[in-house]
Nanobody, 122 residues
């Protein structure tokens, strides 16, 4: 079993930056793909970014490409999401997830964190 805990969310003005962290415990996720998703009220869970087990392959949604960067530190069992040039439409609860393969499709992930709120004011 894997427990994932996100942190780093908060309130930021448009144009600002935040770095989200996702710490894993229970067992190592160094062999797992990791992903970040987000969900706003009334909307479906949306893919944000994913990274393979070794960290040398990443994917990101068109809406965040060039602004958000996913990375991981397997020695710390932690995944990060650096978010720059934030926009009000980035406001959502952000979730990290672990699974056997990198995917845009959230059901393919086995373990999920509880989420962290990101609010971007205009």
């Amino acid at each position: 079993q894997v427990q994932l805990v996100e942190s780093g969310g908060g309130l930021v003005q448009a144009g600002g930056s935040l770095r989200l962290s996702c710490a894993a415990s229970g067992r190592t996720v160094s062999s797992s793909a990791m992903g970040w998703f987000r969900q706003s009220p009334g909307k479906e869970r949306e893919f944000v970014a994913a990274i393979n087990w070794s960290g040398d392959l990443t994917w990101s949604a068109d809406s965040v490409r060039g602004r958000f960067t996913i990375s991981r530190d397997n020695a710390k069992n932690t995944v990060y999401l650096q978010m720059n040039s934030l926009k009000p439409e980035d406001t959502a609860i952000y979730y990290c997830a672990a699974g056997p393969r990198s995917s845009y499709y959230y059901p393919e992930y086995d373990f999920w964190g509880q989420g962290t709120q990101v609010t971007v004011s205009s």
